[in-house]
């Protein structure tokens, strides 16, 4: 066994604006009803012209809102010193997304790329940004989430993604950035809606938003959703979910508002564990043996090689208070305290396409291969978080110099209980044919193992941020947080086979103890912005932030293994960004348009050295590129979001990660773009479309032999018709990869299955509101 070493080179704002809160209800039905209204109003023959009283309309924004939900940016968004894209409800609501992954995509670079190893299946949201994974970074109104879930939107307002080391903002994070969902709260207007989905594949869905408001300055808000579908071009495969969301609204209209929010999500799914690579370009056999494996047929990309018996069952509860004070002097008192779970009952059938598991009676006859469903991945794991989140906001200053700040201070606890599944009396699954796979069988016995594991980490945390304006030109700002963290993990696992604890002569398979460590200390992350501003409308700026993860600060578990990021005798993961762009604001402030270089360097890394085996912490990894973007209206009528990027990797120092012997990092695409674009005519309907390109995707490195050592680069299109029948009614019809491109979506460690991309389908939507 190897030995771990140290080896060292030398703006004030309220929560939301009630305002567009009330006009986002109204955006599903498109411009043409704004303009209509409008018209009723000017036509009302009660209107009376008072003197000295001058009316000045405000332009709706489509796709754009430059106030981000956390106090700790306090400027807007053309004014804030980093690369942050705000996808709003108006924008993914008329693409028909539903889940997180899904809205994402309209951030250019970010997705959900990697399967997992062939052993450990990923399971929910797993976001991959700028080369790294930030499944971990994932926060509701500025409070981590927590599980390995699937996040439906139905009840998110906008969703702001962060990109470079955030940990300034929200503590441990990953290298390259989080994502913020911010959810619905109630307001003071009586509004409602309503909608139904039909799609391919049999995809129904239904939600409702009703907000009604009560007493002096108070409202209700209740949030209804339930999915009932199968996935497009994907046998077997189901997302099935309901959920609740309720939101109390109290002194709306006064110096103090409270809201109360609680969330319930139900799901139940079958997960889907992905295609053989079989006949993919890039493809060779596994077995020298048996050259022909590399000229078989590609399998088709609806195939299911899991079995009805699996499931993905989850359960989540959030229970939030938010209260805010405004003072006379405009400063803002807020205190959150939160309480959410989530439980995760998981069974997936993998496989993995190596020699041995290939069994090929008939090299010339493909029909009767077989591949053996070897590698069930269970999770039963329960995740709570208890926190309660306080901070100050204001100004002060006179004459050239002013500050616009932000004090807070944080106080969580976040828990893991982990209860080990897995196969009894060394039962299985029986093989799957490999062209045509059967799920309706029967063989595996599975239940509670004996092993278990448990983990806590309690912070207590707080934070400075000040935004200092010399004149109308010139801005410095920066934050600095720290963070006193202690990290506590115990658990049991089966001893031998390749990961499990010696057994010290006890029987393979006999549960022991395994991890029982804790990791404590404190972390400063950082960060300082300077910004300068030609006119009121732009602004040039350059950036530098630091970032930390600690061991166990992605999933509360820690590790005694010499190779793990997880293991206590490790220092915490250092991530780097410095970055300088520009900003504008166009078309009377309703387009935003955005430009940035970059450039992130992560120490700390565990690599292991060629020569003594050994592991050190001395690995160091960089990314760096540039990102555009362009959001908001061209013109009254013409909306758009677009996005590109380029991410330029590389390994540092240490040994290479991708299969294909470069220097490169794996899992992520070089170039990547996104756009979005709608045009709304006056008779009241609505066209438009979008295309998405993904570079190609490296794959780790292990000793898998002949599978394809990169997912090749794609282009997908998809298109939008609405029409609005009245002021109450809308029709949506969407249409998506309208070319019926093939792509690989996300490819796993070893490069046996993959994802495939959802084929051509479509989707159609009523609208009511009320």
């Not at 796979?437 to 239940?447: E, F, I, K, N």
């Not at 360097?601 to 050295?609: C, F, K, L």
Request: proline content about 5%; hydrophobic content about 35%.
């Amino acid at each position: 066994m190897s030995y771990i070493k140290s080896r060292k080179h030398p703006r004030p704002s309220t929560a939301r604006s009630l305002g567009a809160a009330s006009l986002l209800t109204g955006l599903a039905l498109g411009a043409p009803i704004a303009a209509h209204a409008a018209g009723e109003v000017a036509a009302d023959a009660d209107t009376k012209t008072l003197e000295n009283l001058e009316v000045h309309g405000q332009r709706v924004k489509r796709y754009l809102n430059e106030e981000l939900s956390s106090p700790k940016f306090t400027q807007p968004l053309v004014d804030t010193t980093q690369t942050i894209n705000v996808i709003s409800n108006d924008l993914f609501t008329e693409q028909g997304a539903t889940s997180l992954t899904e809205a994402l995509r309209n951030s250019p670079g970010v997705g959900t790329f990697y399967v997992g190893e062939n052993g450990n299946t990923t399971t929910g949201d797993a976001i991959y940004m700028r080369g790294f994974d930030s499944s971990s970074s994932i926060f509701v109104d500025g409070v981590r989430d927590v599980g390995s879930i699937t996040r439906d939107i139905f009840n998110v307002e906008q969703i702001e993604v962060t990109k470079g080391p955030a940990g300034t903002d929200t503590g441990r994070s990953s290298p390259t950035g989080s994502v913020n969902l911010v959810t619905k709260h109630a307001y003071l207007r009586d509004a409602g809606s309503a909608s139904l989905s039909l799609g391919t594949d049999d995809q129904k869905r239904a939600t409702a938003d009703w907000n009604q408001t009560f007493g002096e300055g108070n409202a209700f808000r209740v949030n209804l959703m339930a999915q009932d579908s199968d996935v497009p071009g994907r046998d077997v495969v189901e997302n099935n979910r309901w959920g609740v969301a309720t939101s109390f609204g109290f002194g709306l209209d006064g110096a103090t508002r409270v809201f109360f929010d609680l969330l319930h999500v139900q799901q139940d799914n079958i997960p889907d564990g992905g295609v053989s690579t079989i006949g993919l370009p890039g493809y060779t056999s596994p077995d020298p043996t048996r050259p022909g494996i590399g000229d078989a047929p590609k399998v088709d990309r609806d195939n299911y090689y899991g079995t009805l018996s699996d499931y993905d069952d989850v359960t989540a509860d959030m229970l939030s208070l938010h209260v805010e004070h405004q003072f006379d002097n405009a400063m803002i008192l807020r205190n959150t305290t939160r309480w959410g779970r989530s439980h995760q009952e998981y069974m997936l059938t993998a496989f993995m396409g190596g020699a041995g598991n290939l069994t090929t009676p008939d090299l010339s006859d493909p029909s009767g291969w077989t591949i053996t469903r070897n590698l069930p991945t269970f999770k039963d794991n329960r995740n709570a978080i208890a926190t309660n989140q306080t901070s100050l906001t204001g100004s002060f200053g006179s004459g050239e110099v002013t500050h616009d700040f932000t004090a807070g201070v944080e106080v969580t606890r976040e828990e893991l209980d982990i209860t080990g599944m897995g196969a009894l009396d060394g039962s299985t699954w029986p093989d799957a044919n490999l062209y045509a796979p059967d799920p309706d069988v029967a063989g595996l016995r599975w239940g509670r193992t004996g092993a278990d594991g448990e983990g806590r980490t309690d912070t207590v945390s707080a934070y400075l941020f000040d935004t200092v304006k010399f004149g109308e030109r010139w801005q410095l700002n920066g934050g600095l947080r720290i963070d006193r963290y202690d990290t506590e993990f115990s658990n049991s696992a089966a001893c031998g086979g390749r990961r499990g604890p010696d057994c010290n002569g006890l029987p393979v398979g006999t549960v022991v103890p395994n991890v029982d460590a804790e990791s404590s200390d404190t972390l400063f992350n950082w960060k300082l912005g300077a910004l300068y501003k030609p006119t009121a409308d732009s602004s040039f700026y350059a950036n530098y932030a630091i970032s930390q993860q600690p061991p166990g600060g992605g999933s509360l578990e820690l590790s005694n293994s010499a190779n793990s990021a997880n293991n206590p005798a490790f220092d915490p993961q250092k991530a780097k960004t410095a970055e300088v762009g520009a900003k504008w604001t166009l078309a009377g402030d309703a387009l935003l348009l955005t430009a940035a270089l970059y450039d992130t360097t992560i120490e700390n890394e565990i690599v292991q050295d060629p020569t003594d085996q050994q592991y050190y912490q001395n690995g160091e990894k960089r990314v760096r590129g540039i990102e555009l973007s362009a959001v908001g209206q061209i013109t009254d009528d013409w909306a758009v979001s677009a996005g590109f990027t380029t991410m330029d990797t590389e390994v540092i120092e240490g040994p290479g990660v991708a299969v294909d012997g470069s220097s490169e990092l794996t899992y992520i695409p070089d170039r990547a773009f996104t756009a979005w674009t709608t045009y709304a005519f006056d008779s009241g309907l609505t066209i438009g479309g979008g295309a998405r390109y993904s570079g190609e995707l490296k794959r780790g490195t292990d000793g898998a032999v002949g599978t394809p050592a990169y997912a090749e680069d794609y282009w997908v299109f998809d298109a939008v018709a609405s029409y609005a029948f009245s002021e109450q009614w809308n029709l949506r019809l969407n249409v998506y990869n309208l070319f019926d491109e093939e792509y690989v979506a996300a490819i796993n460690k070893s490069g046996y299955r993959y994802t495939p991309g959802q084929p051509r389908s479509a989707l159609l939507t009523v609208n009511y509101r009320f």
